[in-house]
Structures are given as C-alpha cells and as structure tokens.
C-alpha cells in the first residue's frame, strides 16, 4: 500500500500569511494527487486533482505542485475562511490512501 | 446541482449488521465510479470501498470480507452493507463520486455523512 505522509500535522499562521503544506508518498505516484479542504462538521472539498489543476470554484489562491512523490499546496495570502483540516489522497492505485491532514489555525 | 444523501447510520453493538444509502441527485448515476470514505472521530480520512460502473467493486484490506458495497443504478442509489461490525468501526460515513475520468480519479462530490456507532 501506499502511504501518505503530511507535514506540518498543524500549522497556526495569520491572515494575509503564505502556507506551504507538504505530502509525500511511501513510492512514486507520478502525479496522481489530489488535496481536498475540510472545515469542521462538514464534508471534504476538492481543490486539485492531478498534483495541480484547480477544481472549478477553487481561488486562485490555491496553488498546487508536485510529482512522483513529494508534492505542496500552497495558499499565498491566508484568508478567514481558509482555516480547515487539509488533506491530500493517491488517486495512482487501490487501495485510495490519504494523509493524516493538516490543520490550519489562526494565529 | 449534485447532490449525495447518506441515511442509514446509528448506533450498534459490536458483531452486529447496518446498512448505509446514499441517494445521487443531479448526476447521471451510472455514468460514475460511486465510493465510501469514513472519518474516525478527530482523525483522518480513511477510503473504505468503491464500486464501478459495471459493478465492480474494490474493498480497503480493513472492511474487506465484511462490508459489501453495492449499488441500483434504477434507484440511484449506493449502499455499504457492514457486517461484524467492530468498535473500530465506528465514525462518520461518506459516500463520494468520482470525476468521471477512465482512471486517476479523486472525488469531486460528497455527501454530508452519516455516523455509525459502534458500541455495547
């Protein structure tokens, strides 16, 4: 199987802050990735598929990149609503794995 | 709009049986690998089953041997049959569409989940 590793598990950070988080994966997964935004109480939201291309909606804000195992979002100027749990997933194979997630608080 | 209805959660003891529905709206169902994602309370997302356009199906080794994904395109409608059920067992149901594409898909759809209990 193949393992998701995210990092920071948290990160507190200001509005207007850039926010850099990290998923690497146990093997190489070429660039089938993909980060999904969850607030609490809610269901997940996807953001990108294929390490980088922006789901409909999402701000260009947002950014993604990465391939074969290490890979990054990153949101360049933090706003109120982007406080959430980050998650990223393999979409290269089954079984569908995805990282621990990362949560982003206000600082 | 696509909309994804989860029922069918509750509380249950350990080595007992629930069935979860997820009711698709908005969405030519068929048309789409259909999945189930759990959250444990307070932890991550763990992908439990998916289940293809022909009816193919795929199982996280975790659940495998005791749940059983299945799905009524006539009724649009997806369901996870959970037997043996453990404590582990125990967190907030998602079902999720895929985007559609032959392979490589993430989940651009999700329901607003269901919890399952499970607990003497």
């Known amino acids: 199987d193949i393992q998701m590793t995210q990092s920071p598990s948290s990160v507190s950070a200001s509005v207007g802050d850039r926010v850099t988080i990290t998923c690497r994966a146990s093997q190489g997964i070429s660039i089938w990735l993909a980060w999904y935004q969850q607030k609490p109480g809610k269901a997940p939201k996807l953001l990108f598929y294929d390490a980088s291309s922006l789901q409909s909606g999402v701000p260009s804000r947002f950014s993604g990149s990465g391939s074969g195992t290490d890979f990054t979002l990153t949101i360049s100027s933090l706003q109120p609503e982007d406080f959430a749990t980050y998650h990223c997933?393999?979409?290269?194979?089954?079984?569908?794995?995805f990282g621990g997630g990362t949560k982003v608080e206000i600082k | 709009e696509v909309q994804l209805l989860e029922s069918g959660g509750g509380l249950v003891q350990p080595g007992g049986s629930l069935r979860l529905s997820c009711v698709a709206s908005g969405v030519t169902f068929s048309s789409y690998f259909m999945a189930w994602v759990r959250q444990s309370p307070g932890k991550g997302l763990e992908w439990v089953s998916c289940i293809n356009s022909g009816g193919g199906t795929y199982y996280a080794d975790s659940v495998k041997g005791r749940f059983t994904i299945s799905r009524d395109n006539s009724k649009n409608t997806l369901y996870l049959q959970m037997n043996s059920l453990r404590v582990e067992d125990t967190a907030v149901y998602y079902c999720a569409k895929d985007r559609g594409r032959a392979e490589h898909n993430p989940f651009d759809y999700w329901g607003q989940g269901t919890l399952v209990t499970v607990s003497s």
């Open positions: 997933q393999q979409t290269n194979s089954f079984p569908l794995t």
